[in-house]
């Protein structure tokens, strides 16, 4: 079953257009990717999944529900773990779990608010008013919310920002789990390493439309290779090198580039001809492409 279906989905502030014309398909027990710079439009398709916002065009339905035309049965196929911390300072964190959970209609959901806070490292806060809690603790209470009538469809907008590593590791074993055991992942992060180690499918969104979409296992194929930083310390790249700049914004301060390679055996040959050229390296590196390298050439030249 489609877990998530986004059909041509347009959103416009004023004269900005967020999304233009959206449409992708995530299938029930994905762990999904969905990425891109500041003010691509990640949050505002979520909102408009999570129902907050109208779009002024298209469609979305979670488990076959219209979230604006059959909102509530929409609602409740789905937990958002907003990008935002918004919160009631007043009530203790156990307090704000059972309201959220009363809210979906499950008064007696103690067994699984536990569960969730145990998972969540969150246990020896569950007395504490949500007010005195640290900015990393508060995002950990948003995940617990969202988590709280056990969704099959998770969304997350950027579950760790500004949370600790020992976090970050607890969080993705309990959403790992949580995929494991058949529910559907859809995680919105600015951390690359982060999203190439879980997501099985991404989508890349750029100024509102979708630019890549596609498994992470091929992302990755398409950038064959590795890739050779170099740091001049006299003269300079030769022009017929400058082809292979993969990462053209690091060489317009000062001279460092990153060379592609495709194989080993041409590292040797680079060298040489920079040594040819008079360039002097002060510091070189030779790196395996990552998502990162295939994210920074989709957002820079549209492809990879
Ligand atoms: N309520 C609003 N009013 C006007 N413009 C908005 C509003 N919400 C978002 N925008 C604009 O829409 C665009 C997309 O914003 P959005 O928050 O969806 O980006 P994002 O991909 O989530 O970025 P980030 O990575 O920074 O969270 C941006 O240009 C933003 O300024
Ligand atoms: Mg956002």
Not at 128 to 141: F, I, Y
């Amino acid at each position: 079953m489609t877990a998530i279906q986004i059909s041509n989905v347009e959103k416009r502030y004023k004269s900005l257009q967020a999304l233009g014309g959206v449409s992708l398909s995530i299938e029930e027990g994905e762990f999904f990717g969905l990425l891109g710079p500041n003010g691509a439009g990640k949050t505002t398709l979520i909102s408009i999944i999570a129902g907050l916002i109208r779009p002024d065009a298209g469609k979305v339905t979670i488990h076959g529900h219209d979230v604006t035309g059959d909102f509530r049965a929409a609602r409740k196929k789905l937990g958002v773990v907003p990008q935002e911390l918004v919160f009631d300072p007043f009530f203790t964190v156990r307090e704000t779990l059972r309201l959220q959970s009363g809210y979906f209609g499950l008064p007696n959901n103690d067994a699984w608010i536990d569960e969730v806070m145990h998972n969540l490292d969150l246990t020896n806060k569950a007395d504490v008013n949500m007010r005195a809690l640290s900015g990393g603790m508060k995002r950990r209470v948003l995940v617990a919310q969202a988590l709280v009538h056990k969704p099959p469809v998770i969304v997350l907008d950027e579950p760790t920002a500004g949370v600790d590593v020992e976090l970050r590791q607890t969080l993705w074993k309990f959403i790992s789990r949580l995929n494991r055991e058949g529910h559907t992942v859809v995680l919105t992060t600015h951390y690359l390493e982060e999203a190439q180690a879980m997501c099985k499918r991404v989508a890349m969104l750029k100024s509102g439309k979708v630019v890549a979409l596609d498994t992470m296992a091929s992302l990755i194929r398409r950038i064959s290779g590795s890739q050779l930083t170099v740091n001049l310390a006299a003269g300079d790249l030769p022009q017929d090198m400058r082809h292979l700049v993969t990462h053209p914004e690091q060489s317009e301060h000062g001279k460092k580039y990153s060379l592609r390679v495709n194989e080993y055996a041409e590292v040797e040959t680079l060298l040489a001809r920079l040594r040819e050229s008079g360039a002097v390296i002060d510091e070189m590196q030779l790196q395996q492409a990552d998502l990162e390298d295939i994210f920074l050439q989709i957002m820079d030249k549209g492809t990879v």
